[in-house]
Structures are given as C-alpha cells and as structure tokens.
C-alpha cells in the first residue's frame, strides 16, 4: 500500500475519532460520561466540569474538520500534518512531564495513562513519517515560498 494511501487512512482516522469523540463530550452528560471511562479516567461530576467538557467537544471537532480537509487532497498540506503531529506532541509532553499529577487528578492507572502517551506519541510520529513519505513519493514539495517572490 503506497504511504499516500497510508497517510490518508490515518487522517481520516483522525477525523472520525476525534469527531465521535467531539459529538459525544458535546451531547448530554451521560454520554460524556462515557469518552472519560473510555480515557480510564474517574472524576467528580460537578457542573463545572461538565461545563468544560463542551468546548473540549467543540475543539475536538475542529480538530476532526482539519484532518478531513488534509485528507480529501491530492496530497495533504504539509501544514496542517505537522500541525496535527505538534498537536499530539503537544498532548503527549503534558502527560509525560504531568503524569502523576494527571494520573491522580483523574485517577487513570498508570498503565492506561502510559499507553495514551504511546498512542499520542505513535499518531504524532506516523503523521509526519507518511507525510515525509509520501511527499517523496508524489514529489509534493514541502512548505516553502515559491521561487522568485519575495515577501
């Protein structure tokens, strides 16, 4: 399967999960409830929390909609893959540096808070190596002013 295709898959991935995901944080509290158990975390249900979980909803959506958009190209834009690997970077960095402080605040065992960072990590660095990929093999250039213009 050519890394193109490969890219691809992962971004529409991407943009189902994170539009499940966002759907469900949005939808009444019971079904909030069950994309944090899925996170393994266990919290109190106050009604700020609740109330948080709704722009997280919003944000992952967001997030879903910019993944599609890299995916029905041609070639997805160098821009917004390694945004989307800075993204998962970014939320992979905070549970590592965070972890105990994550760990207890959400009670998520060490083994499920381990293997998001794993995932994170592995999503962050199989976006840029099928992009890379599959730049050079559709001999997409990488982000870069066009020759000639001047800024």
């Given at each position: 399967?050519?890394?193109?295709?490969?890219?691809?898959?992962?971004?529409?991935?991407?943009?189902?999960?994170?539009?499940?995901?966002?759907?469900?944080?949005?939808?009444?509290?019971?079904?909030?409830?069950?994309?944090?158990?899925?996170?393994?975390?266990?919290?109190?249900?106050?009604?700020?929390?609740?109330?948080?979980?709704?722009?997280?909803g919003a944000y992952m959506i967001m997030t879903g909609l910019i993944a599609a958009a890299a995916a029905r190209a041609d070639v997805p834009h160098p821009a917004i893959t390694s945004s989307l690997a800075v993204l998962f970077g970014i939320n992979a960095l905070y549970r590592i540096l965070r972890f105990e402080y994550v760990r207890t605040t959400f009670g998520i065992s060490s083994a499920h808070l381990t293997l998001q960072i794993v995932v994170l990590l592995g999503l962050a660095g199989a976006l840029m190596f099928l992009y890379r990929a599959a730049a050079r093999d559709t001999g997409a250039q990488p982000l870069a002013s066009p020759q000639g213009s001047r800024a």
């Open positions: 399967m050519s890394s193109l295709r490969l890219l691809k898959g992962l971004l529409w991935f991407v943009t189902i999960y994170q539009f499940v995901m966002g759907f469900l944080l949005l939808m009444p509290p019971a079904a909030a409830q069950l994309v944090v158990s899925w996170y393994g975390a266990s919290v109190d249900w106050t009604p700020q929390f609740t109330f948080i979980l709704k722009p997280l």
